[in-house]
């Protein structure tokens, strides 16, 4: 009866989404006024995103593109990497950063991650090998990975940087925001480039759409010819131009530029993002708060030296504690008209990495054991108070209810 009750008084009368994005009138006026101009495709628009873009990260070029996997593609492409090839990635992931390292016909390794679900530096060291030519750390959840070792050793080894910071437009490292030049300051030899993702449920959307950063001028260049069909004009100058119509294809580069349209969401939606991250912030700490006490549940681990944009919100249930599986509390969750998603199931457990590299449960345990018992609550700029207060109510009763 008491169950009951509280279930009632618990469950929402219409569904809360686990993400939304947050468009203003400013974004659908720059879009109205994109689609008038006549030029929709990659133009001015564009251009202005992308400096205001490495203003905002203080990234010497930003080159925008039509997703962050198009990003993570590019930047590995025209860094070399190809058949024969090694590349370091956390398993811990969306299964994007792996799959662009085989469409190269490289080999993707995948690691294992620390107690904050980010890319272990320990288990990197102990992957490099003869082959290996990239590390992929990725920034998950919206916080930074522990870069100031991963650039070390990459240094040390001679290898390029990807970072996947599909979760990271707005996280600093030591201050520093990611993406910045200045973050691998010290490793002037270093090859970075750093992928972003402004798809929908993103912390800044353009619907779909990345962004590259880079230090480096000669991989700026590549990466801007491969993004649209290897075309050079004049981005090359040891190739001459004879006209405005004349082409000349430099490599077999891809289509991978962004429009005009996604730029005009862009431009407003990175104005907003400092804003958004606050709010995400209050909404953390709100969840934080709430939680504290319950020993079914583990909050996300927060590093003094960078801060965290929660792009997710990842609890990670004691499993020991309860009757019911991560599995189980996401179907109550919904019960309750709650959704929820789980970030990540680990790429090493998908069958195609399974069935290609041989990989199976067992090999990455720290991941899998994460893996089993996290689940991502909703949290994004639109919720109200009432929506956050439902969340923690849910989770509350779901505990409460279900305990061994
Ligand atoms: C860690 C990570 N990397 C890459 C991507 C791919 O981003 P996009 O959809 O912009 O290609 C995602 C998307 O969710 C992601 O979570």
């Known amino acids: 009866m008491q169950t009951m009750m509280q279930t009632e008084e618990v469950g929402r009368e219409s569904f809360l989404p686990f993400a939304l994005p947050l468009i203003g009138e400013e974004e659908i006026a720059e879009v109205v006024d994109t689609l008038r101009s006549g030029w929709v495709t990659t133009g001015p628009k564009v251009k202005r995103f992308e400096s205001e873009f490495s203003a905002y990260t203080g990234g010497s070029h930003s080159l925008a ?42 080999r993707p390794v995948l690691v294992d991650v620390g107690s904050d679900y980010q890319i272990d530096p320990k288990a990197i060291e102990a992957a490099v090998t003869p082959r290996t030519k990239a590390i992929m750390p990725v920034h998950y959840a919206g916080q930074s990975c522990e870069l100031e070792a991963i650039y070390s050793l990459a240094a040390a080894h001679e290898l390029a940087v990807v970072e996947d910071a599909a ?19 010290q490793y002037p030899e270093l090859r970075r480039a750093t992928a972003f993702s402004f798809y929908a449920n993103k912390n800044m959307t353009t619907g779909e759409g990345g962004m590259i950063t880079t230090a480096d001028d000669e991989l700026a260049q590549e990466m801007r010819v491969l993004s649209l069909h290897g075309m050079s004009k004049d981005a090359w100058k040891r190739y001459s131009n ?44 709100s969840y934080d708060e709430a939680f504290a006490g319950i020993d079914a549940i583990q909050t996300p681990v927060t590093h003094h030296d960078r801060n965290h944009v929660y792009h997710l919100y990842a609890i990670r249930l004691d499993l020991e504690t309860l009757r019911i599986d991560r599995g189980e509390f996401i179907n109550e969750l919904r019960k309750l008209n709650i959704g929820s998603s789980v970030h990540f199931i680990p790429v090493h457990l998908q069958p195609f990495y399974g069935d290609r590299f041989g990989y199976k449960r067992g090999d990455l345990p720290r991941a899998e054991a994460i893996y089993d018992s996290i689940l991502s609550l909703p949290l994004y700029p639109g919720m109200s108070r009432r929506d956050v207060d439902d969340v923690i109510a849910a989770v509350h009763h779901i505990v409460s209810t279900n305990r061994r």
């Open 167 to 185: 979760h990271a437009a707005g996280t600093t490292y030591h201050g520093i925001k990611i993406g910045a030049d200045q973050l691998s300051a």
């Open 242 to 285: 004879s006209g405005s119509w004349f082409y000349e294809v430099v490599s077999a580069g891809y289509k991978n530029n962004m429009t005009d349209i996604a730029a005009a969401l862009g431009i407003h939606q990175l104005r907003r993002l400092g804003g958004f991250i606050q709010v995400r912030r209050q909404i953390a700490r």
């Open 65 to 106: 593109v039509n997703s962050c996997t198009a990003g993570l593609h590019t930047a590995l492409t025209a860094l070399g990497i190809g058949a024969g090839d090694e590349v370091i990635l956390p398993t811990l992931t969306f299964c994007a950063t792996a799959n662009v390292v085989v469409h190269l016909g490289a």
